[in-house]
Nanobody, 117 residues
Framework: QVQLVESGGGLVQAGGSLRLSCAASGRTFSIYRVGWFRQAPGKEREFVAGFRWSGGTTYYADSVKGRFIISRDNAKNTVYLQMNSLKPEDTAVYSC??????????WGQGTQVTVSS
């Protein structure tokens, strides 16, 4: 099992920044990739950013490219999502998820991000 705990959400004005954290514990050696997802009210959950746990290429949704940065602190088993130039349309519940080789089976509880105009 892998446990994921997000933190760092909140209310911010448009143009501001927030950094989300996702702390992983448990069988982290089994993780193949990690992703951040978000779901706005009345909308489908969408992929935001991700990378392979072993390192390498990062992936971003077109809507956040150039504004969001995903990174990892290996020593802390923590994944970060730095969100800059936030827009009202970025308002959503953000969740991190881990794939242990058979899809994103492990999810955190989510953290609310609200961007005011």
């Amino acid at each position: 099992q892998v446990q994921l705990v997000e933190s760092g959400g909140g209310l911010v004005q448009a143009g501001g920044s927030l950094r989300l954290s996702c702390a992983a514990s448990g069988r982290t050696f089994s993780i193949y990739r990690v992703g951040w997802f978000r779901q706005a009210p009345g909308k489908e959950r969408e992929f935001v950013a991700g990378f392979r746990w072993s390192g390498g290429t990062t992936y971003y949704a077109d809507s956040v490219k150039g504004r969001f940065i995903i990174s990892r602190d290996n020593a802390k088993n923590t994944v970060y999502l730095q969100m800059n130039s936030l827009k009202p349309e970025d308002t959503a519940v953000y969740s991190c998820a881990a794939d242990a080789g058979y899809g994103y089976a492990y999810w955190g509880q989510g953290t609310q991000v609200t961007v005011s105009s």
